[in-house]
């Protein structure tokens, strides 16, 4: 069984299981509570917040794909990195990348405000900061990567070699790859972390989120906080979440294919000033990316020509991309992160995060590519991005968070 291709398990595990009447897919569980066997006697679940089948089929899904021991599925993504902090002290320091996803940043700064543990921001990709983990001697280190939304790699090995060598746990957020593109634990990462609401779930109709283990005794005591805290996540979520799951594969293929095309009908665009896309031989950590990924993603991101009139009047042109935050759904999504996903923060720290006004980010869906290349050339050529002259009432067009209290 441990043989099975990884692409096998996503869609086999658990299939047959039912002793009952033979199903072929596990079937739902609501009920929050269980008889005993006997006086004394437990059976394997007794009450639906500590234990439920459907979670477990998910959770060893999840476990197997990353190569870990064990996992725990949560309420939330957010949630699953809430959990991972519950393995730190008020005296214990974590350290994580400036450029982490922000509803992470705003949890991890919040923590610290309130004395429940120390921050040290870095910037993981630079190499001084691997000579500062070893100064800070932390109790973890997160990373995640690509970082959302320039796309910048970290090197995964690097960080996780900086780290052990004083004692230090990581912990990866792998959302932006899913376990079909990107296997953190292969290089030596202790716990991973993803919110499945974007690729594992991949069809935009579930929040939800996974915390993955290297140890089983790391993940027993993952599991006790969540119980103990009461965070895991509800049995209809992790039915529709397995069966998101059974694609995976097939899915992100698609998006790559997909992604990769409109990367490279980007780049060579007048409109365009620059993309971001790890599968570019033009980004400058392809070769990264070659080394610690299965694949490029489905995310791409670029500065459109001209200035923010530009950038909002190509967003609401385009038909095939609906104008939504979040990723990973089949549907391709458009988003304008400075007003968007990164509104809440401080002007000065978003651009340099390289998040400017042009800046415009896609979640590449699995349509016919053909059909998303047609949306993007027509919606330029009637923008002209960059060359129409400014309109009378672009002034009134400023850049004015949506909602900055949301990520
Ligand atoms: C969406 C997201 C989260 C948070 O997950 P939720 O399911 O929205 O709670 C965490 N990390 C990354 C990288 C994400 O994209």
Redesign the pocket.
Known sequence: MSQRNKSTVAVRHGIEADKHHGAVVPPLYLSTTYSFADFDTKRDYDYGRSGNPNRDILAEALAQLEGGEKGIITA??????HLVTQLLNHDDTLVIPHDC?G??YRLFTSLEKRGLLKLKVLDLTRADSLAQIAEIKPKLVWI?TPS?PILRLTDIDAVVNAAHAVGALVGA?N??LSPALQNPISFGVDIV?H????YINGHSDV???AVIAKTQELGDELAWWANNIGITGAPFDSYLTLRGLRTLKVRLKQHEENALAIAKYLEQSEYVRKVYYPGLESHPQHELAKKQQLGFGGMVSFDIAGGLEDAAAFLTTVKEFSLAE??GGVESLICHPATMTHAGMEPKARLEAGVGDTLIRISVGIEEVADLLADLEVAFAKTQPGKAPASADSKACKLTPAHPALW
């Open positions: 939330t993504g957010m949630a699953a990195v996803y509803g992470s995640e959302n957020d959302t932006f972390v919110s499945t609401t974007k929040v939800g989120g979040s990723l």
